[in-house]
């Protein structure tokens, strides 16, 4: 029997099945019930089966959304869903990077999907926000560009974001914070967004919500972070950052951290790990504002400088209270503010800062504090003032513990970056040096003291005392002929008591010497002949100064050849030191480039040469020496290069690789200070051969010039020969001018006689002529005048001619007048006939009328009212008829005017025809008056009046009669 049961029980479902009924139901489902509760069965899978679940229901999950956005219940459970896809258990067989990579691409294939996400935003919701935030924070770092591009084409998406700022939950505020770190890194334009979204001010907010530097927690970080997204190589939010009064924010907070180690609680140690790495944070900000060679570095670097950020940093540098990272950071910092601009650089050399004196020994930069002493402490501790140069030259060459290091390092760069292209600084720092090495009263340790001291007599215990020293002096000395000049007056040995006088490249060559004899870490050796190499370069006077030694090139050759195995640094650098040496050696060196190039030829070998300075190049220490960490950690630091060391022997390495196979004869050419040093001897024979060529063919031209002269002389005495011959023929053509003169007057008496017996005939014959033309002239004259009388005379006879036309034409006109005025009388009078007629008409048509009226009350009802009727139609037509007429009257009065004004220009006639017009006027007064009278009596009498048929006909005859008036005052 129980066989039969379990063979008809169902089979059992499998996970993949009911992922599979639970996804069918959410693509189908109608009810937000039903939605809701497949989505619940989904969550339960998610973390075990993410890969079935995103493959099943992912995209409806993501539509659910959209579509239930209005119900939080459901968009809360598929928020969660969607995070376990994400976060699926370690030890699910389905998780995988894929599975998320996927999940990514398929939220940020589609704009919707991202804006959704966005929209949970404008929720007040804890969990929505939230769990929004977290799967966009996975999305951006999976797809990080994607997810930049359609946050920032979401509408408002970056607004929506940077409000969650303000959020008085800390876990939504902190991960909204935490979702803008990983959108900003990259996109320039989401950073400017953002800033401009007031982003600058609300994590100054957070900080110091959050305790600021000293009690801030890891959301300290976190806001840091965001502000070196931001500001990193970004112009525009660097001077927006500075407009809203950013940096006086930074002084504060950095303020407040020195005013609370300080304090009298001071800082408890737990704290000060996370306040540390908070400073050190903050430090790497401001280093943001300070990329070299950046637009906005100069206006950054005045900033810092104006606000007293700078002060309060070489506060922190010096502060033993800060670890040693702290410190490091600092003062590089500091490097930063003042390096490449002068004026700050000056200034900065002015600054006093206060050493404050620990009273325990320190341990990695932090006081121990003794096991039952308080940790009060006062603001009164001792201190120390003193200026910031000499405090940055103690740090750096003052022996100190390995945990120190990263400080001597920072202060080396900070002091680096104080002489950096300032020469005048440069010189003053050397002078300096020099007259306390000479006095040898510094309190400090003096870098040419350091470097002169003999390897025998100072202690190995810190071989980076000479290495920084020799890095510093590098940096006085490099590309700076003057410094060179001062460093090569340092000399060791009073000659007036008898001892030797060695000089500074001398002494110190003879030190790499020994230190290569006796086995000495090879970091003090690496820091000489770095500045050996940097100091000969290009400077002949130097090299002669090392070459004035002449067991100097012998001892390289053996260094050369000694520490190839156990410092191979030290090999492949005394070759690079030896290429320069003959580089710029000259036929005149106390060791002359021909026996120098022997030597290392011979003694050491072309091959030898290039093989150390091949492994030199590819040392690591020096090939990644970009890459490498630069600083101290277990043990002795591997430190052994200056950056700008490197990156000299990298530009010159080609160089000096060929400088052996350079022939001695030829010297290199250096032009140093406006001055040319070193010439090939060749050249020098050459130009010398051509001087004497030069003088040959001078004396050729002066024995020629002296055969010139001869000729000249020859030709002036031929000249003056000619001038006497000449001075003969002037004088023999002078006298014949003289008798042609003589000839001339009497030509000239002669005809002034001719002209005047002419000139009198001509004035008699001009009389003549004028008498004449007068003559002429009166016989014309008179001729006009007879002829002008005659015009005269016809033009008075056509003036009467005219005068006569025109009575007669005034005597027409005016008959015409009057005719016109007989015609105006004659209709005048036949208008008047005619209103008589038809004033008699109208009489006769009332006395009709009246007749009718009469007659028409024994009619019956029935009759008057049709006559009624028609007799309605009839006084229209009357009075239309009346409106003619009136009308015509104004046609009449148009004329009348119009006679009127053609009477007023004939006097005659015009009274009577006005008094004609007016009595015209005045019978139309009366017609107009009768007629008035007449409808008046018509209305009283009108609904017992009736017509006859002869009506019609006295209308049509009054039509024709108006026609024909019509017709006459036309």
């Known amino acids: 029997m129980m066989r039969i049961l379990e063979s008809q029980a169902p089979a059992r479902q499998t996970a993949t099945d009911t992922i599979q009924t639970l996804s069918s139901r959410l693509s189908s489902a109608t009810l937000l019930e039903d939605r809701r509760a497949a989505i619940l069965g989904l969550r339960s899978f998610a973390k075990t089966y993410p890969a079935s679940v995103a493959s099943g229901a992912l995209r409806d999950l993501i539509a659910a959304l959209r579509r239930d956005g209005e119900d939080s219940d459901t968009i809360k459970v598929v928020l969660e869903t969607i995070l376990m896809l994400f976060e699926p258990d370690e030890k699910s067989p389905e998780a995988s990077d894929e599975i998320t990579l996927w999940l990514a691409d398929e939220f940020t294939q589609r704009q919707d999907n991202i804006t959704a996400l966005l929209d949970l935003l404008e929720s007040g919701e804890f969990y929505l926000r939230l ?53 900003t890194p990259t996109s320039t334009e989401l950073q400017k967004v953002v800033a401009f979204e007031n982003a600058f001010d609300r994590n100054f907010a957070l900080v110091e919500g959050d305790g600021g530097l000293t009690e801030g927690s890891t959301i300290v970080q976190d806001c840091l972070s965001l502000f070196a997204n931001l500001l990193r190589l970004n112009t525009s939010n660097q001077s927006y950052f500075r407009e809203i009064g950013g940096i006086v924010k930074i002084r504060k907070l950095l303020l407040a951290a020195v005013e609370q180690e300080d304090g009298v609680d001071g800082v408890s140690e737990w704290m000060k790990p996370q306040r540390d790495m908070n400073v050190w944070g903050l430090l790497g900000v401001i280093q943001l504002f300070l990329a070299v060679g950046a637009q906005g570095t100069m206006v950054n670097q005045q900033a810092f400088w104006q606000t007293g950020v700078l002060q309060i940093v070489l506060c922190i540098a010096f502060h033993p209270g800060f670890n040693s990272n702290v410190r490091a950071k600092s003062l590089q910092t500091c490097g930063d503010i003042i390096r490449g601009n002068q004026g700050l650089q000056e200034r900065f050399g002015d600054l006093p800062v206060q050493l404050k004196q620990p009273d325990k020994p320190t341990t990695n930069g932090h006081q121990s504090p003794a096991p039952h002493e308080k940790q009060a402490k006062s603001r009164k501790s001792n201190y120390r003032e003193q200026n910031v140069i000499e405090s940055l030259l103690e740090l750096a060459l003052e022996p100190a513990p390995l945990a120190l290091f990263d400080v001597r390092l920072a202060a080396l760069s900070c002091m680096q970056a104080f002489v950096e292209g300032h020469a005048g600084i440069r010189a003053h720092v050397l002078r300096r040096a020099i007259e306390g090495h000479k006095s040898g009263d510094d309190a400090i340790p003096n870098m040419l003291t350091v470097l002169l001291e003999s390897p025998s007599t100072r202690s190995n215990a810190d071989p980076y005392q000479q290495w920084m020293a020799a890095v510093i002096l590098l940096h006085l000395v490099y590309d700076n002929a003057d410094t060179k000049e001062l460093a090569l007056k340092v000399t060791e040995g009073d000659a007036d008591n008898g001892e030797e006088v060695v000089t500074f490249i001398q002494s110190i060559t003879s030190n790499v010497i020994a230190g290569v004899q006796h086995v000495e870490d090879e970091r003090a050796l690496l820091g000489y002949l770095m500045l050996l190499s940097v100091w000969l370069f290009e ?43 003959y580089e710029f050696s000259t036929k005149d060196s106390p060791v002359s480039r021909t026996t120098l190039h022997s030597i290392l030829t011979t003694n050491m070998g072309r091959e030898t040469y290039v093989d150390r300075l091949t492994k030199l190049r590819e040392n690591p220490f020096v090939r990644d020496y970009e890459v490498l960490l630069q600083g101290g950690g277990g043990g002795l630091p591997e430190v052994f290069f200056d950056k700008t060391f490197i990156d000299f022997l990298k530009d010159n390495f080609s160089r000096f690789l060929r400088a052996i196979d350079r022939d001695p004869k030829f010297e290199v050419s250096i032009v140093s200070n406006g001055v040319q040093k070193g010439v090939s001897r060749d050249l020098v024979d050459n130009l010398r051969a051509q001087v004497e060529e030069q003088r040959q063919s001078l004396e050729a031209s002066s024995t020629e010039l002296l055969q010139i002269k001869r000729r000249l002389e020859q030709e002036e005495l031929d000249h003056r020969r000619t001038r006497e011959s000449t001075t003969v023929e002037l004088s023999r053509i002078k006298q014949i001018n003289q008798s042609l003169h003589e000839n001339h007057e009497d030509e000239i008496t002669r005809l002034q006689q001719g002209f005047g017996r002419d000139r009198d005939s001509l004035l008699k014959s001009h009389e003549d002529e004028l008498h004449r033309r007068r003559n002429e002239h009166l016989s014309t004259f008179e001729n006009a005048k007879k002829q002008h009388n005659a015009e005269i005379q016809q033009l008075e006879q056509r003036l009467k001619l005219l005068e006569q036309e025109a009575a007669r034409d005034r005597a027409a006109l005016i008959q015409q007048h009057k005719q016109e005025l007989e ?56 009075e239309a008829r009346l409106k003619r007429a009136e009308s015509r009257a104004g046609d009449a009065e148009s004329e009348a005017k119009r006679l009127q004004e053609y009477l007023e220009k004939e006097k005659s006639g015009r009274k009577d025809v006005q008094t004609e017009l007016e009595d015209l006027l005045v019978v139309f007064g009366d017609l107009e008056a009768k007629r008035s009278t007449d409808k008046s009596r018509l209305k009283e009498l009108g609904e017992e009046v009736s017509e006859d048929d002869g009506d019609g006909d006295e209308g049509d005859e009054d039509a024709e009669e108006d026609d024909e008036d019509d017709e006459d005052v036309d």
């Open 131 to 183: 769990y929004g935030l977290q799967i966009l924070s996975h999305i951006s770092t999976l797809r990080a560009q994607r997810t930049q591009e359609a946050v920032f084409a979401a509408p408002l998406g970056v607004s929506r974001i940077t409000a969650v700022l303000d959020d008085k939950r800390e876990a939504v505020r902190n991960e909204a914070l935490v979702l803008l770190v990983a959108l």
């Open 823 to 878: 015609e105006v009388e004659h209709k005048s009078s036949n208008a008047r006939k005619r209103e008589a007629d038809e004033i008699a008409d109208l009489k006769r048509t009332i006395l009709g009328l009246e007749t009718n009226l009469k007659k028409a009350e024994r009619d019956h009802i029935q009759d008057l009212e049709t006559a009624h009727e028609d007799y309605k139609g009839k006084i229209d037509a009357l």
């Open 539 to 581: 400077d002949p006077e130097a090299v002669n100064d090392l070459l004035g030694e002449g067991s100097n090139v012998q001892g390289l050759v053996a260094a050369v050849k000694i520490a190839n195995i156990s410092m191979p640094l030290v090999a492949g650098l005394a070759a690079f030191l030896l290429g320069i040496i």
